[in-house]
């Protein structure tokens, strides 16, 4: 019998959203999205990208790349430059353009991630892992794509690591309007930054919606091996002992306004 990575998977993702590719260990996450910018290729179904398709015989997976830009999950395997800049710049330098503009991109792409100056001419290898995920995030932006895709981006990190990595993210979604495709195991990452959130569950879709309606399958997370986040939990404890609340809210701020909504204050 055969197994499948992925079965019957049907997305569209349109410009400028940032979605939340969620699921266990196993659950097709991260094959999804090396389909996104061509790294697979299915071996059932298309992959459109702006309309065409992106397996068709002549079509510029170069390009493709420099628009779809994908940040794997363990840094070290996007860097391999002697320091910091030159690694940046590989991407620019690739598609062409002048030293000058390489240059420019590089830095640029630093300072949207936050990474010090201090760094920019040490080793990738001599980095914390915060700094080295960091880096491969800016060596992606510096290719100025249309869909910034991060694949596990916090693992590893501690919480305050993994707070400064979603904050710089959340900043530049908000500052460019570029489309983001954060995949993640934890519902608790990315509760209050997406707009829509994709659960995966054994290679196919098990949930499509924006998180207020997600967070409401509290039970049915919990049986393919995900937790809501504590907010949902309150709010589910709330409604069941009889306080007229919504259970959707996804954040604390949320929370509190429905709290005191349901109070009448």
């Given at each position: 019998?055969?197994?499948y990575?992925?079965?019957?998977?049907?997305?569209?993702?349109?410009?400028?959203?940032?979605?939340?590719?969620i699921?266990?260990?196993?659950?097709?996450?991260?094959t999804?999205?090396?389909?996104?910018?061509?790294?697979?290729?299915p071996?059932?179904?298309?992959?459109?990208?702006?309309?065409?398709?992106?397996?068709?015989?002549?079509?510029?997976?170069?390009?493709l790349?420099?628009?779809v830009?994908?940040v794997?999950?363990?840094?070290?395997?996007?860097?391999?430059?002697t320091?910091?800049?030159?690694?940046?710049?590989?991407?620019?330098?690739?598609?062409?353009?002048?030293?000058?503009?390489?240059?420019?991109?590089?830095?640029?792409?630093l300072?949207?991630?936050?990474?010090?100056?201090?760094?920019?001419?040490?080793?990738?290898?001599?980095?914390?892992?915060g700094?080295k995920r960091?880096a491969?995030?800016?060596?992606?932006?510096?290719?100025?794509?249309?869909?910034?895709?991060?694949?596990?981006?916090?693992?590893?990190?501690?919480?305050k690591?993994?707070?400064?990595?979603?904050?710089?993210?959340?900043?530049?979604?908000?500052?460019?309007g570029?489309t983001?495709?954060?995949?993640?195991?934890?519902?608790e990452?990315?509760?209050?930054?997406?707009?829509r959130?994709i659960?995966?569950?054994?290679?196919s879709?098990?949930?499509?919606?924006?998180?207020s309606?997600?967070?409401?399958h509290v039970?049915?997370?919990?049986?393919?091996?995900?937790a809501?986040?504590?907010?949902?939990?309150?709010?589910?404890a709330?409604?069941?002992?009889g306080m007229?609340?919504?259970?959707g809210a996804?954040?604390?701020?949320?929370?509190?306004?429905?709290?005191?909504?349901?109070?009448?204050?």
């Amino acid at each position: 019998m055969a197994s499948y990575a992925l079965r019957d998977v049907s997305l569209v993702i349109p410009d400028g959203q940032f979605i939340g590719l969620i699921g266990h260990t196993g659950s097709g996450k991260s094959t999804l999205v090396q389909h996104l910018n061509g790294l697979l290729a299915p071996t059932e179904g298309s992959v459109y990208f702006n309309g065409e398709d992106i397996h068709e015989k002549g079509y510029d997976k170069k390009k493709l790349r420099s628009k779809v830009g994908l940040v794997f999950q363990y840094p070290e395997h996007q860097l391999f430059e002697t320091d910091v800049f030159s690694d940046v710049c590989f991407g620019p330098r690739n598609l062409g353009l002048t030293q000058k503009e390489t240059q420019l991109r590089a830095f640029e792409a630093l300072r949207q991630v936050g990474f010090p100056e201090e760094y920019f001419y040490q080793s990738p290898f001599d980095l914390s892992g915060g700094q080295k995920r960091r880096a491969a995030i800016a060596g992606v932006l510096a290719m100025r794509p249309e869909v910034l895709i991060l694949d596990e981006p916090t693992a590893g990190l501690d919480p305050k690591g993994r707070d400064e990595i979603l904050e710089r993210i959340a900043a530049l979604k908000r500052d460019t309007g570029i489309t983001v495709v954060l995949v993640s195991h934890s519902m608790e990452d990315i509760a209050e930054y997406v707009d829509r959130i994709i659960v995966m569950n054994r290679g196919s879709v098990l949930f499509d919606d924006v998180p207020s309606v997600v967070f409401t399958h509290v039970k049915e997370l919990e049986e393919v091996g995900l937790a809501a986040p504590q907010v949902s939990y309150i709010m589910q404890a709330l409604h069941e002992s009889g306080m007229p609340v919504r259970t959707g809210a996804t954040t604390l701020e949320e929370a509190e306004r429905e709290i005191l909504r349901a109070l009448g204050r």
